[in-house]
């Protein structure tokens, strides 16, 4: 792993700890929320058994599972050199995306990541106008290896809905929180049926950290 990464993975684990301990007491809308330490292990062994260059996240917060997801795409061959932008990541917080931003900086990935501030549907809605403009090989090859949706749960059929054909064949959307908080279930029951029953994906839930539903997409749709 990149060392430099892992630093300031490391930095921003121990804090997301002792928030989520209650130890280090912050104003809910500074909370980072990040995902688990082993859940960005589990995503980054996917991302790099995939080959995945090109990720789009829903809910960047400061950035926690962004830094995984440089970290695997480096592996996967791409140059921070080349400012390419492989990572898009979205979040409406501008405070949480400033901070972020610094850390990408400090992290030295920022050449990797494309930080995009504003409500994820406006961002997903221009996105996916944009790729229906381009031209047919671009649509088939679909844009993305690799989806993370983190943010608000409320819009979750549609997000899936508007990713879903900027999805290449073969790749992966995956959704946070399906187990916890545990108030967030019957929403995240209701995003589960929908997407279990698309013929086109397969998809199940993994317990790990705070319930990752992973889904492939096996045919176009
Ligand atoms: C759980 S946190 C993301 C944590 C991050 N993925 C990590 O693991 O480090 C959720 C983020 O989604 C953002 N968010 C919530 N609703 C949103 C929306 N409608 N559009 C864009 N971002 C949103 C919040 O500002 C917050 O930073």
Redesign the pocket.
Known sequence: MDEKIVRLLNR?AEQ?KRERSGELIVHP?D?????TPD??RFFKIILNAMHAKRIL??????????LWFADAVIQNGISKAEGSNPII?????HS?IEKATKNFHDAEVNTLIKVVE????N?LQELSNNFHRENDTKKIDGLFDFV?F???KE?LRDYFDLVIPMLRVGGIVAT??MLYPEDYRPQMLNYANYVRSKPYVQSIMVPIGNGEEITIKLAPN
């Open positions: 921003l997301s809308e909370e980072m929320l990040a995902i859940t960005g996240e829903i809910g960047t917060s400061v950035g926690y599972s962004t990541t979205i979040d409406i917080n949480k504003g409500s994820a549907m961002i993370f983190d943010a608000d819009n946070d929180n």
